[in-house]
């Protein structure tokens, strides 16, 4: 059953979230900017109009406001003013011909500071389509790759994390080779507290971008709190005890611009460096179905930005055994779509011309999640928000129009690139809802 929730914390996000955004912890000032569709969404064709509120200490103030309307993440193509009058003002966004969202850029100065804000709404959002095309030859690629990592005999190392152990829950540093380089992945593993034989449902938790330490690892402990086993890992074989000013340095050295990992390799499919992470991901869920404590049933991946990415890629890569995927606001969706003018592309954001050439784009189809979205057969809960300019809606909507198994989605339009504690919890919640 397909099902869409529309959630919208408007006001009540400044009181409960420390994290928003939108509505900062402790500020001085609050916008609040409201599309006269509910639901910020509109028919292409249809005029979006935008009521604007801008509060400094709880007082409606008055300014001019300077705006800029662009369509999501391209440059503004429609600039102006509006006066604040009480606080409010009104802004006509016009409208969109083509399926995608439109974001509106607010600035204004008061008392001699300038505050900033934008909302985005969409436009026949159900009809947004990927740039990516999937190569003919994808799933036979995937399959082989997948079947020759597989003919390496498992093989991992387990000691106990004490640091990690509570009352309830015990905690294992797991090191798993994923190659015949030696090349190996780390990662926390929890299980409930003295459980017993094929009693747990087991859940991967892949890594947001970057190269750090696998942060927080206790930050979901009530997975394992519920009856799960959780392996939050990290994709770059660095062991997380490593100090942090460690990891810092290895991020500049190996990450910057010019040298990130996500660009290294990517002249071809079979050099690319994603490639032995998709496949590490796959390996991590063989690892989950050997322990004697597994299921047998149950095999989720959950995670957000890359960490979604690789939940979806992993789920269709291994939809033989994958009863679940829970993503948030995917990264890695539609990376080539700066190549077609007027057309939003997905994180890491690839927009010059160096890396939008022929060879570089054929690599990206192969690893595009908008490719592996129609082959996840296990039931999928996705979450985003339109005010992310990380991993922007348009390329969400193109991974969700893509999938065509059971799904459900959790909209978050005023949210940016961040998720809150109550919508982590009830990823755990809806997983634990739809267990087998």
Known sequence: MKKVILLFALLAMALISVEAENYPYRSDVLWVTRPD????LYKCG?????????FKYGIPRDGIIEYEIATDMLKADKSGKAELKDGRASINMGTKKTPGFRDLKLKVKVDGKSYSHHVKVGFSVDKIVPYTKEPSDFLDYWKNAVA???????????????EYCTDKVDCYLVKLDINSQHQSIYGYLFYPKDASVKSCPAVLCPPGAGIKTIKEPLRHKYYAENGMIRFEVEIHGLDPRLPAETFSDI?????????????NGIDNRDTYYMKRV???????????RLLPEWDGKNLIVQG?????????ITAALDN???????????????????????HTG??????????????????????????????VRGDAYLTWGYNDSTCPPTTSYAVWNRMTCNKESLLTPINEHWTSEATEFGHMEWIKKHLK
Not at 278 to 288: G, N, S
Not at 304 to 312: D, E
Not at 349 to 375: C, E, G, I, S
């Open 278 to 288: 998709y496949l590490a991901c796959v390996r991590a869920l063989d690892f989950l």
């Open 148 to 162: 020759e990592m597989r003919e390496m005999p498992m093989s991992y190392t387990r000691e106990l994390a004490k």
């Open 320 to 342: 033989d055994h994958v009863t679940q995927c829970v993503a948030n606001h995917p990264a890695l969706s539609d990376m080539a779509g700066y190549a077609e003018e007027g």
């Open 304 to 312: 957000g930005s890359q960490g979604g990415a690789l939940s979806i």
């Open 37 to 40: 569709h509910s639901d910020w």
């Open 251 to 263: 991020s500049r050295a190996f990450n910057g611009r010019e040298n990130g990992y996500l660009q």
């Open 346 to 375: 997905g994180y890491p954001h690839f927009r010059t011309k160096d890396m939008l050439t022929k060879d570089r784009m054929q690599t990206m189809a192969y690893y595009d999640v908008v490719n592996f979205a129609p082959y």
């Open 46 to 54: 249809e005029k979006a109009n935008v009521e604007i509120e801008f």
